[in-house]
T-cell receptor, first 114, second 114 residues
């Protein structure tokens, strides 16, 4: 079984600044993926970024990047140059390769201060 | 593509009534997922299908819940009889198995049972 901990229920950041959302997980698997999903007020879940556990290089997607520490089972999300449209709930999720069942954390609500 | 389509977007019903939620996955996707989101329990996977066949329904809370996928372009989640504790947002998601397990979510159906 996989468990996910997002220890920051809420975060806020000034527009154009950088913010980091934390996520730790527990899995016995050696081959897995990690995802960050975003849920804006519209409710729709949107994939932000993915990381394959076998890759040492941290994934980057435009203003979004991750700090993946496999030994520590940590997968944090960094948002640079925060924009008002980044305001949302953010969910971290590990997924074992070959499995399809996402396990979501409790989420972090991110507020962007104009 | 129009993305994952769910209907209705909102449903209000009285306790004891039957409720049917509908989902059209993205064309070509071979996996379909049903999730439920509540404040208390977060985002939970209820059931998922592969090539129209149910693979794992361990998340279905009770026998009152049932899901079908009669063909590759349509799935239903039925609750009968509905209870107030079933009030939640229900999401449908689909994915293509050869593309790193990325799941595409629909906009969700907000169900209120009075």
């Amino acid at each position: 079984a996989q468990t996910v901990t997002q220890s920051q229920p809420e975060m806020s950041v000034q527009e154009a600044e950088t913010v980091t959302l934390s996520c730790t997980y527990d899995t016995s698997e050696s081959d897995y993926y990690l995802f960050w999903y975003k849920q804006p007020p519209s409710r729709q879940m949107i994939l932000v970024i993915r990381q394959e556990a076998y890759k040492q290089q941290n994934a980057t997607e435009n203003r979004f990047s991750v700090n993946f520490q496999k030994a520590a089972k940590s997968f944090s999300l960094k948002i640079s140059d925060s924009q008002l449209g980044d305001a949302a709930m953010y969910f971290c999720s590990p997924l074992r390769r070959g499995n399809e069942k996402l396990t979501f954390g409790t989420g972090t609500r991110l507020t962007i201060i104009p | 593509d129009a993305g994952v389509i769910q209907s209705p977007r909102h449903e209000v019903t009285e306790m004891g009534q039957e409720v049917t939620l509908r989902c059209k996955p993205i064309s070509g996707h071979d996996y379909l997922f049903w999730y439920r989101q509540t404040m208390m329990r977060g985002l939970e996977l209820l059931i998922y299908f592969n090539n129209n066949v149910p693979i794992d329904d361990s998340g279905m809370p009770e026998d009152r819940f049932s899901a079908k996928m009669p063909n590759a372009s349509f799935s239903t989640l039925k609750i009968q009889p509905s209870e107030p504790r079933d009030s939640a947002v229900y999401f449908c998601a689909s994915s293509f198995s050869r593309v790193l397990n990325e799941q595409y979510f629909g906009p969700g159906t907000r169900l209120t049972v009075t």
